[in-house]
């Protein structure tokens, strides 16, 4: 049977319905890119807010959901008709290998739509079914930090059920938000080069020591079709290759690891373009705490 993968997506849901449209619209090429790059198939379809993906693989199918600029979080879950008996028959034989004796749960409950019970209603009586179910386990339910969350996520005539979710990079989805090459030389430049992506921007690499490494192992397993120029050897300040790569790419900007002293000299030799320094307010500490969250999202 093939696994079932729910989507959320954080700021999409706040455009108007073109723009969300649109952004949607792009959200499912991404997805299909990503599969398509491990020459893996999947299915697609969406209702407000929330994206369902089919995959014959679910390791692989969350392994690649969470590398998708727009994708808060996504869910392993199980899909049931909303009928109250129904639901709580799903719970109790989702939760039932993972609540030995002794555990603390809870159950988190949401609801779209227009039912006969609250959330918080839905919750309550849901984990009152579990302490039934099993009164000889000594369960106890737990709100803060129990040992296992069951997620129930009702959403009109469907209900999906899951046991937690991981994380997405959020942000916009690529390619909503113009084009820029980013110089990648190091971390920051690394780390630079992926805010700009989680804006949205579609982003080629010009790379230069420690930089083709970061960008072959971590980058490009976010944007599989971003192109890479590697500056000649010995080429410390590789403007010649920036500005070819921009105008090739037809760039609306050029991403640079400066300091704020940097700019009048950067602007100097890009004219026009427009600049960005993502990293420009972040210490050394900081890039290397929120690369190797990158590196996490990616792997």
């Known amino acids: 049977m093939a696994a079932l993968v729910l989507l959320r997506y954080g700021e999409l849901a706040l455009k108007s319905p073109p723009v969300r449209r649109e952004f949607e619209r792009t959200l499912k090429r991404n997805v299909l890119d ?10 697609i379809r969406a209702d407000h807010g929330h994206m369902y993906v ?3 693989d679910s390791e692989l199918a969350l392994r690649l959901l969470r590398r ?8 392993l879950v199980h899909e049931v008709p909303t009928d109250r008996a129904l639901i709580t028959q799903a719970l109790l034989a989702l939760a039932e290998p ?4 002794g555990t603390t749960f809870a159950v988190r409950a949401r609801r779209t739509g227009t039912h006969p019970f609250t959330s918080q209603e839905l919750a309550r009586d849901l984990g009152g079914d579990v302490l039934d179910r099993w009164p000889d386990r000594a369960l106890k339910v737990r709100l803060d930090d129990p040992a296992v969350e069951l997620h129930v996520e009702v959403r009109g005539p469907r209900t999906y059920l899951s046991l937690g979710r991981v994380q997405g990079p959020g942000g916009l989805p690529l390619g909503v938000a113009g084009r820029v090459v980013a110089l990648v030389d190091g971390k920051r430049g690394a780390l630079g080069a992926y805010l700009m992506m989680k804006r949205g921007c579609r982003t080629s690499f010009v790379t230069t020591g420690p930089g083709l490494s970061l960008v072959e192992r971590t980058l490009l397993k976010l ?14 300040e590789p403007t010649a290759s920036l500005r070819a790569a921009a105008d090739a790419g037809h760039a609306d900007g050029v991403v640079l690891p400066i300091s704020v002293e940097g700019y009048a000299e950067a602007h100097g030799t890009f004219g026009d373009r427009v600049l960005f ?3 420009v307010a ?18």
């Not at 990503?34 to 299915?43: I, T």
């Not at 993972?98 to 004796?101: D, E, H, T």
């Not at 972040?282 to 999202?297: K, N, Q």
């Open 54 to 56: 089919e995959a014959d």
């Open 223 to 236: 944007d599989p079709h971003a192109g890479t120029t590697v500056a000649p050897p010995g080429d410390d």
């Open 68 to 75: 998708v600029f727009g994708v808060t979080s996504a869910s």
């Open 277 to 279: 320094s993502p990293t």
């Open 34 to 43: 990503q599969f398509l790059s491990e020459k893996a198939s999947c299915r």
């Open 98 to 101: 993972i609540l030995p004796p």
């Open 282 to 299: 972040f210490t050394d500490e900081e890039v290397e705490r929120r690369w190797h969250e990158v590196e996490e999202v990616a792997s």
